[in-house]
């Protein structure tokens, strides 16, 4: 799916001369980054950091990723780097162990935005990243072990990633989706490996049915997901998670 993305997008990228990088108010109407990481960030300046500038291409160094660093609890560091050749994202752990866990074609730089890992959460289990966001979704998101960066599962677009809450932090200790058939909403506690199937009636037919969900609640143990019916109409769900 992330290829095929790639590819699509290299074909706007070169019929086009005239490229302009979307607006960030624009783009962050659909995905938003760094939508829950509250951990320490590590400002690291382009002089200080080897691969984290392009000479041949300087409108890179403006339209592309930043070159902080990001601290995580296990003392493992996340970070992106980039030259006029490749950009990429560095799992570092405790042990000064390298992982690149992430790459975008240089060409798509003003993509990586939209293309590249970005970190939703740190669970305990592992670093939820979202990807391969087309203009108006859906997007991949993937999660990671935080020691040795390999891939521990994968999720197609989620229920409220990106707007639950008005901090934009994703503060819930759980991932939302639906089934393959729709037929069921998935509430997946990352770190307890449990997942609950909660039936879902209504049929949502929009391109991307989980953008059909506006808000979700947690109010003790009781999870409210509001969402709008195909003719508009606002409805709400409401699971009493202390049944399970």
């Not at 939820?128 to 997007?139: H, T, V, Y």
């Amino acid at each position: 799916m992330k290829i095929f993305i790639y590819l699509f997008l290299s074909i706007i990228y070169f019929s086009s001369c005239n490229y302009t990088r979307e607006t960030k108010n624009k783009i962050t109407t659909v995905i938003q980054t760094d939508t829950s990481v509250n951990k320490k960030r590590v400002l690291v300046s382009h002089k200080n950091r080897t691969n984290c500038f392009c000479d041949r291409n300087t409108s890179m160094n403006e339209a592309t990723v930043s070159c902080d660093t990001t601290r995580l609890s296990n003392q493992s560091t996340i970070y992106w780097q980039y030259n006029c050749d490749r950009i990429w994202l560095t799992l570092e752990n405790k042990k000064k162990e390298k992982f690149v866990i992430d790459s975008v074609p240089p060409e798509l730089y003003g993509y990586t935005y939209r293309l590249g890992y970005h970190l939703i959460k740190e669970f305990d289990s592992g670093l939820l990243f979202r990807s391969g966001c087309p203009a108006n979704g859906p997007c991949i998101y993937t999660l990671i072990n935080k020691y040795n960066g390999k891939v521990l599962d994968e999720f197609n677009q989620l229920i409220c990633i990106e707007k639950s809450s008005n901090d934009s932090k994703y503060n819930f200790n759980f991932i939302v989706y639906f089934s393959a058939n729709q037929s069921y909403l998935i509430i997946n506690y990352l770190d307890k490996n449990k997942r609950l199937k909660i039936p879902f009636q209504e049929k949502l037919t929009a391109a991307v049915p989980e953008q059909q969900f506006d808000k979700m609640i947690l109010d003790q143990y009781i999870l409210t997901l509001q969402y709008y019916s195909d003719n508009g109409t606002p409805k709400a769900l409401k699971i009493n998670l202390a049944d399970f």
